[in-house]
């Protein structure tokens, strides 16, 4: 007896599940021991690409990712992109025991309340007309509707870098996701095309001869890197079994609402499915709201000191003039109100 394309498609979105919260608590685990080596990737640093473990959380999630992808493939939607709440309980429960962040019941209380308002938004979320080519997709990005989407995520981007990072991305947990979770909003739009454009190719129909193609590509590696660059930040400075269940919430909602005013999927709804809709985001604000107020606080980072020494270097300590600035001042304070200690 043969199996079903739709067992198939929920094997893989399973697996997709596993990978990828696993892979949160490996990249955590790698962002930890560079970070005692380095720089951390909180304030800036890049010495987590020289650690293999955080390699290894990143092919993991890579593997998820193309499971997630295939899985599509044979399944509908409405039964594979709810099952990625499986990766929230994976990495919530690898987490406590590997990580030693505990999630305490109240927490586990929030997950399970960002699961259901995500799953009951996704279920009742209009279903999206594919286009046939990429032409297609690219006369749908250029409606004044998408671009007026586009412009704001853009802004909000901009805003949350430029001004709210430097001042709140250390504590806001919202920071960081937000970034994240907007621009993967618009990868996931690059990333529809291009499956598209790599379908019709292997069907006889080449989509690479076209610039829109490519324009789709460049988008998709911009986001890619920029949603890596602050979901590694979020990972260094916040807890693991926070960070997966804020970043799929908003992440979700983001991408139903991109793809709703992309392809204009919301006509036609009827009353109760709204109704359904407004009951999830409810569920889901409720469950975020719990999850900030159970989180436990990293612990800082060791502090550390620099030593500049005057005089003559062939003096000893004793003899010698110098300053010793702490490593926590040198990454919160100001410059003019750095603690500075002068010993002779």
């Given at each position: 007896?043969?199996?079903?394309?739709?067992?198939?498609?929920?094997?893989?979105?399973?697996?997709?599940?596993?990978?990828?919260?696993?892979?949160?608590?490996?990249?955590?685990?790698?962002?930890?021991?560079?970070?005692?080596?380095?720089?951390?990737?909180?304030?800036?640093g890049?010495?987590?690409?020289?650690?293999?473990?955080?390699?290894?959380?990143?092919?993991?999630?890579?593997?998820?990712?193309?499971?997630?992808?295939?899985?599509?493939?044979?399944?509908?939607?409405?039964?594979?992109?709810?099952?990625?709440?499986?990766?929230?309980?994976?990495?919530?429960?690898?987490?406590?025991?590997?990580?030693?962040?505990?999630?305490?019941l109240?927490?586990?209380?929030?997950?399970?309340?960002?699961?259901?308002?995500?799953?009951?938004?996704?279920?009742?979320?209009?279903?999206?007309?594919?286009?046939?080519?990429?032409?297609?997709?690219?006369?749908?990005?250029?409606?004044p509707?998408?671009?007026?989407?586009?412009?704001?995520?853009?802004?909000?981007?901009?805003?949350?870098?430029?001004h709210?990072?430097?001042?709140?991305?250390?504590?806001?947990?919202?920071?960081?996701?937000?970034?994240?979770?907007?621009?993967?909003?618009?990868?996931?739009?690059?990333?529809?095309?291009?499956?598209?454009?790599?379908?019709?190719?292997?069907?006889g129909?080449?989509?690479?001869?076209?610039?829109?193609?490519?324009?789709?590509?460049?988008?998709?590696v911009?986001?890619?890197?920029?949603?890596?660059?602050?979901?590694?930040?979020?990972?260094?400075?916040?807890?693991?079994?926070?960070?997966?269940?804020?970043?799929?919430?908003?992440?979700?909602?983001?991408?139903?609402?991109?793809?709703?005013?992309?392809?204009?999927?919301?006509?036609?709804?009827?009353?109760?499915?709204?109704?359904?809709?407004?009951?999830g985001?409810?569920?889901?604000?409720?469950?975020?709201?719990?999850?900030?107020?159970?989180?436990?606080?990293?612990?800082?980072?060791?502090?550390?000191?620099?030593?500049?020494?005057?005089?003559?270097?062939?003096?000893?300590?004793?003899?010698?003039?110098?300053?010793?600035?702490?490593?926590?001042?040198?990454?919160?304070?100001?410059?003019l109100?750095w603690?500075?200690?002068?010993?002779?």
């Amino acid at each position: 007896m043969g199996v079903s394309d739709n067992t198939r498609g929920l094997v893989l979105a399973m697996l997709s599940g596993l990978f990828v919260g696993t892979s949160f608590i490996l990249k955590k685990k790698g962002l930890r021991r560079a970070a005692s080596a380095g720089l951390r990737a909180g304030v800036g640093g890049y010495t987590y690409l020289l650690e293999p473990l955080w390699w290894a959380g990143m092919i993991t999630m890579i593997v998820g990712e193309i499971a997630n992808f295939v899985a599509y493939i044979y399944a509908p939607a409405v039964l594979v992109t709810p099952l990625g709440a499986l990766s929230i309980i994976v990495s919530a429960v690898l987490a406590h025991f590997m990580l030693k962040e505990r999630l305490r019941l109240m927490g586990v209380l929030g997950c399970v309340s960002c699961i259901v308002g995500s799953v009951v938004i996704v279920l009742h979320a209009p279903q999206e007309q594919t286009p046939s080519s990429v032409q297609e997709v690219w006369d749908l990005a250029s409606q004044p509707a998408f671009l007026a989407y586009v412009a704001a995520t853009l802004s909000i981007v901009a805003a949350l870098m430029l001004h709210f990072e430097p001042l709140y991305g250390q504590t806001n947990i919202l920071v960081y996701l937000g970034i994240c979770s907007l621009m993967g909003a618009l990868t996931v739009m690059s990333i529809k095309a291009i499956g598209i454009a790599i379908k019709l190719t292997l069907e006889g129909v080449n989509q690479f001869g076209y610039a829109q193609t490519w324009f789709f590509v460049s988008v998709t590696v911009i986001c890619v890197i920029t949603q890596l660059n602050y979901l590694n930040k979020a990972l260094d400075t916040f807890n693991a079994a926070i960070v997966s269940p804020i970043y799929y919430v908003m992440f979700t909602t983001l991408t139903i609402t991109a793809s709703a005013i992309m392809f204009k999927d919301w006509s036609g709804q009827n009353v109760s499915s709204v109704i359904s809709e407004l009951c999830g985001f409810i569920t889901v604000l409720t469950g975020t709201i719990i999850l900030h107020m159970t989180r436990e606080e990293e612990p800082s980072p060791t502090a550390g000191t620099m030593t500049w020494y005057g005089e003559d270097a062939s003096k000893g300590l004793e003899d010698g003039h110098f300053i010793t600035l702490n490593n926590s001042d040198y990454f919160h304070k100001p410059l003019l109100s750095w603690d500075t200690t002068l010993e002779t």
